[in-house]
Nanobody, 121 residues
Framework: QVQLVESGGGLVQPGGSLRLSCAAS????????MAWYRQGTGKERELVAR???????YYADSVKGRFTISRDSGKNKVYLQMNSLKPEDTAVYYC???????????????WGQGTQVTVSS
């Protein structure tokens, strides 16, 4: 079983920065993709950024140029650097891993518990 733990959320003023971290523990053979999602109050969960095993990255249009996803594959960690934060970035941020636990095994998806990011003056 894989557990994900996020950290780094908090309260920041508009224009400020935060860095979210997510660490995985448990048995992981290979990580296919690591991603960050967010869910604002009364909104659906949305994909913010993703990085794949091949190094490809994806960003939602709303965060392009402001957020950067990075990873430390050797330590099964993923980060989200968030700059120029806006009030509309306020949400609970969740990390997600898609991985296998055995060679050739099925992919599974794991979620963290979420970390609150609030952008407000």
């Amino acid at each position: 079983q894989v557990q994900l733990v996020e950290s780094g959320g908090g309260l920041v003023q508009p224009g400020g920065s935060l860095r979210l971290s997510c660490a995985a523990s448990g048995t992981i053979f290979s990580v296919n993709a690591m991603a960050w999602y967010r869910q604002g109050t009364g909104k659906e969960r949305e994909l913010v950024a993703r990085t794949t095993i091949g190094g490809a990255t994806y960003y939602a249009d709303s965060v392009k140029g402001r957020f950067t996803i990075s990873r430390d594959s050797g330590k099964n960690k993923v980060y989200l650097q968030m700059n120029s934060l806006k009030p509309e970035d306020t949400a609970v941020y969740y990390c997600n891993f898609v991985a296998t636990t055995t060679p050739g095994g099925p992919l599974f998806s794991s979620w963290g518990q979420g970390t609150q990011v609030t952008v407000s003056s």
